[in-house]
T-cell receptor, first 115, second 116 residues
Framework: AQSVTQLDSHVSVSEGTPVLLRCNYS??????LFWYVQHPNKGLQLLLK??????LVKGINGFEAEFKKSETSFHLTKPSAHMSDAAEYFC?????????????FGGGTRLMVKP | ETGVTQSPTHLIKTRGQQVTLRCSSQ?????VSWYQQALGQGPQFIFQ???????GRGNFPPRFSGLQFPNYSSELNVNALELDDSALYLC???????????????FGSGTQLSVL
């Protein structure tokens, strides 16, 4: 079984300040972890992916995430928020088994960026 | 743009009706997954098709069914619609060299289904 908990349903930051979106996961298997972003009326876009290589993963648009096995966390960060970062963000886990590429999504965090 | 297109973009149905949603995968992709995203929630896995065979199913009743065609386009069918079926339905395609591999998914923009 696998699950994902996003600890904040809403996060509000000012433009130019750091972003932290928190995620904890649970998985019976060695997990792959992802962050996806969803802008209104657009499809989900992959920001970054962890698959047991480096624990610090760099993604697109300046985002990065750190895998911490001891804390079962995979928090998403960005040093400086931009207005265009305002969107819904999903932390996702995928188990490495033969059940296909089933992704389990967290409930989402809505990021608001104030001017 | 991901190259994954879904139709229609919006749909209104009444309780008890049947609906078919369509997805055109990105060229070269052999796998399609369907997800249901209720308002204010994360997407939930419905099922996946790999080379026209179901390759995994989430916790959805049998009235949710699917097809994948030889050109790898796909349909999601929902019978006996219920009010709780109102959601955004997302299709995602990928290329898997083997059925159990874990490949990057490309999502469409979804079909917004409203059941009245």
């Amino acid at each position: 079984a696998q699950s994902v908990t996003q600890l904040d349903s809403h996060v509000s930051v000012s433009e130019g300040t750091p972003v932290l979106l928190r995620c904890n996961y649970s998985s019976s298997y060695s997990p792959s972890l992802f962050w996806y972003v969803q802008h209104p009326n657009k499809g989900l876009q992959l920001l970054l992916k962890y698959t047991s290589a480096a624990t610090l993963v760099k993604g697109i648009n300046g985002f990065e995430a750190e895998f911490k096995k001891s804390e079962t966390s995979f928090h998403l960060t960005k040093p400086s928020a931009h207005m265009s970062d305002a969107a819904e963000y999903f932390c996702v886990v995928s188990a490495r088994n033969n059940a296909g590429n089933m992704l389990t999504f967290g409930g989402g965090t809505r990021l608001m960026v104030k001017p | 743009e991901t190259g994954v297109t879904q139709s229609p973009t919006h749909l209104i149905k009444t309780r008890g009706q049947q609906v078919t949603l369509r997805c055109s995968s990105q060229s070269g992709h052999n796998t399609v997954s369907w997800y249901q995203q209720a308002l204010g929630q994360g997407p939930q896995f419905i099922f996946q098709y790999y080379r026209e065979e179901e390759n995994g199913r989430g916790n959805f009743p049998p009235r949710f069914s699917g097809l994948q065609f030889p050109n790898y386009s796909s349909e999601l069918n929902v019978n006996a619609l219920e009010l709780d079926d109102s959601a955004l339905y997302l299709c995602a395609s990928s290329f898997k060299p083997l059925p159990g591999t874990n490949e990057k998914l490309f999502f469409g923009s979804g079909t917004q289904l409203s059941v009245l």
